[in-house]
């Protein structure tokens, strides 16, 4: 453990719907820039980071297929929108004087490099911020999904996944008032008592390779560096 931070490396998992922040659909600039603050305050600790970014705030292909459209094209729309997303994203954490690499699982060579995932490694090592976008290239998948794998593929510490919720609960926290927050689960408890913490692929992928998951609020200030430092906020869900 170096000075205030418990992980080397961690891929943070933002989802679309952060990005929204209260609008709910498309992309909040005050919300990304408070964002990009708070990640360049971490980032100063050392922590080396990859972010997935998800597209939910702008398309989801499962939405698409029930009003209708084709799966596969809704989700190759969808793995469109968090490249829209990463573009946003990469923009603003530049402003605040990072520097970033943003990659896509589909290649869209003007914009971005496509994934490898030796150079991302590489990038991480020079302390770049790296902006994994395009999911996993797949449909059928989720950018949960994608986090599970780069984060295994990355030999990252920990997922993060930041969310509006605070943590994983025994029940739902909105209906229920009584719901109780776990601080910390394993992955068999979860899988047991069948709490939703990723889709299943997903945590299959976590269960499969102990990739511990932490589970936050992200809209709440502070909390990625309280993360980062291995504070108990949230839910953590190890072996
Ligand atoms: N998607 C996909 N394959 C992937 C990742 C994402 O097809 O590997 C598509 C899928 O349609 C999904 C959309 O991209 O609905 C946006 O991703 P996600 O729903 O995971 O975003 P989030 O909920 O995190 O905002």
Redesign the pocket.
């Known amino acids: 453990t170096t000075e205030g931070r418990a992980f080397r490396r961690v891929v943070l998992?933002?989802?679309?719907?952060?990005l929204a922040g209260e609008d709910k659909h498309g992309i909040n600039v005050k919300v990304i820039r408070a964002l990009a603050e708070e990640i360049r305050d971490i980032h100063r600790d050392g922590v080396e980071l990859a972010l997935v970014?998800?597209?939910?705030?702008?398309?989801?292909?499962?939405?698409?297929a029930s009003d209708g459209m084709d799966r596969?094209i809704?989700?190759?729309?969808?793995?469109m929108?968090?490249v829209i997303?990463g573009l946003a994203l990469q923009d603003f954490l530049e402003k605040e004087g990072l520097t970033t690499r943003l990659q896509t699982?589909i290649e869209i060579k003007s914009v971005a490099e496509p994934f490898i995932r030796r150079k991302a490694i590489r990038h991480l090592e020079k302390k770049r911020i790296v902006i994994l976008s395009?999911?996993?290239?797949?449909?059928?998948?989720?950018?949960?999904?994608?986090a599970a794998l780069r984060a295994v593929e990355l030999d990252a510490d920990v997922i993060f996944k930041a969310t509006k919720v605070d943590g994983v609960y025994d029940s739902d926290p909105v209906k229920n008032p009584a719901a109780k927050r776990y601080r910390r689960l394993s992955f068999h408890d979860a899988l047991v008592k069948q709490l939703k913490v990723m889709d299943s692929t997903a945590f299959s992928l976590c269960l499969d390779n102990k990739m511990p998951i932490q589970v936050f609020d992200m809209s709440k200030e502070g909390n990625l560096k309280k993360a980062v430092q291995g504070k108990p906020i949230g839910t953590l869900i190890d072996a």
């Open positions: 998992k933002l989802s679309g719907e952060v970014i998800g597209g939910g705030n702008i398309f989801r292909g499962v939405k698409a596969a809704g989700d190759y729309m969808g793995m929108a968090t997303n699982a395009g999911g996993t290239g797949n449909p059928y998948f989720t950018t949960d999904t994608t």
